[in-house]
């Protein structure tokens, strides 16, 4: 049984920073592809990054390039999402995915198979 557990969520203020943790209970080679995706409120479930452990690709959606960054810690069992100069249309609740068979081009939520059970992100005006 794969858990994801993600922590670092919290308010911030416009311009500020987070960095999300993502701990995998099983060793992250086996789950190949990790995601991150957001639901803002009122809205579908959208994808942020993916971090491939197989060949450490990365892909991140336009609305955060040049904010947000993935890292990992292969010791851990753990990606990080490090968020800076943090938006209001950031807020949402940030949701890690993981998959044995996706690639960092694979931005669907349909195609991750385990997932965690989200922190919540705000970022105030």
């Known amino acids: 049984q794969v858990r994801l557990v993600e922590s670092g969520g919290g308010l911030v203020p416009t311009g500020g920073s987070l960095r999300l943790s993502c701990a995998a209970s099983?060793?992250?080679?086996?789950?190949?592809?990790m995601g991150w995706f957001r639901r803002a409120p009122g809205k579908e479930r959208e994808f942020v990054a993916a971090?491939?452990?197989?060949?450490?690709?990365?892909s991140y959606d336009d609305s955060v390039k040049g904010r947000f960054t993935v890292s990992r810690d292969i010791a851990k069992n753990t990606v990080y999402l490090q968020m800076a100069d943090l938006k209001p249309d950031d807020t949402a609740v940030y949701y890690c995915?993981?998959?044995?068979?996706?690639?960092?081009?694979?931005?669907?939520?349909?195609?991750?198979?385990?997932w965690g059970q989200g922190t919540q992100v705000t970022v105030s005006s």
């Open positions: 995915a993981a998959s044995p068979r996706a690639t960092v081009a694979n931005t669907s939520p349909s195609d991750y198979t385990y």
């Open positions: 099983v060793r992250t080679f086996s789950l190949v592809t």
């Open positions: 971090f491939s452990w197989k060949d450490r690709t990365i």
